[in-house]
């Protein structure tokens, strides 16, 4: 006879056998993570896992801001370093960029100023000519 309250039947673990295709994509991801230092991944995977920022900021041994700037500039370097990789796979093929040309057009506002700003988004680490992300 079961220890459990009337009606109650206990969870069974939920079934999921992912596809090739799945653990393909999860395979390529571990590879992104590669791209970063391990502080870093570390920041990025238990996001992945679905971590609180308080757990993240524990195991990480940050605060919580310095935790979220770190996440946010490992993700930009990890899509950074993908966009590079694919204009240099696709230079011989003649593939299209990844990036829209939106930039090429002009602005609604009309505000020429702003295009010479530095992208806030990036903390500063485009300052200097030269860089590669």
Excluded: H
Aim: glycine share 8%; hydrophobic share 35%.
């Amino acid at each position: 006879m079961s220890t459990c309250g009337y009606g109650y039947t206990p969870e069974r673990p939920m079934r999921v056998i992912p596809s090739a295709a799945a653990i393909s994509r999860m395979e390529e991801c571990f590879d992104w993570l590669l791209m970063l230092n391990p502080e870093d991944a570390r920041i990025v995977w238990l996001r992945a896992e679905g971590a609180r920022w308080r757990q993240v900021c524990i195991r990480a041994g940050v605060v919580r801001s310095t935790a979220w700037r770190r996440w946010v500039a490992a993700l930009l370097t990890i899509s950074k370093k993908l966009e590079k990789l694919d204009k240099s796979k696709g230079k011989g093929k003649g593939a299209k960029p990844l990036t829209a040309t939106a930039r090429n057009q002009p602005r609604e506002s009309g505000a020429e100023a702003d295009d010479n700003r530095p992208d806030p988004s990036n903390f500063g680490r485009d300052t200097f000519p030269g860089f590669d992300a």
